[in-house]
Nanobody, 127 residues
């Protein structure tokens, strides 16, 4: 059974750093696109970033560009989202999702392409 488990969320101060992890089980990341999304109550799920595991190509949403960095560790079957310079508006539940490689990669920030989702991890930005 394909599963994703997020971890690393919590309380972070504005301007701080935090790294989220997305561990996959039941499948290997090779051949998949892994994405991070976030959602606040009452709003649609927003794509943050995604990575194509086969070659490490990445896409970032405008809100993440320059502050967030997505990476993968094939040996650990895990994808990471390093997030710096947190802002209060980044407060959300962060989800990772997986789908077999599709193209073009630039559409990977849209949630409709994904069929495997984690349970989410809450990140709260507050001083």
């Amino acid at each position: 059974q394909e599963q994703l488990v997020e971890s690393g969320g919590g309380l972070v101060q504005p301007g701080g750093s935090l790294r989220l992890s997305c561990a996959a089980s039941g499948f290997t990341l090779d051949g998949y696109i892994i994405a991070w999304f976030r959602q606040v109550p009452g709003k649609e799920r927003e794509g943050v970033s995604c990575i194509r595991s086969s070659d490490g190509s990445t896409v970032y949403a405008d809100s993440a560009e320059g502050r967030f960095s997505i990476s993968r560790d094939s040996a650990k079957n895990t994808v990471y989202l390093q997030m710096n310079n947190w802002k209060p508006e980044d407060t959300a539940v962060y989800y990772c999702a997986a789908a077999r490689i599709f193209s073009p990669l630039r559409v990977c920030v849209y949630p409709g392409f994904y069929n495997v989702w984690g349970q989410g991890t809450q990140v709260t930005v507050s001083s």
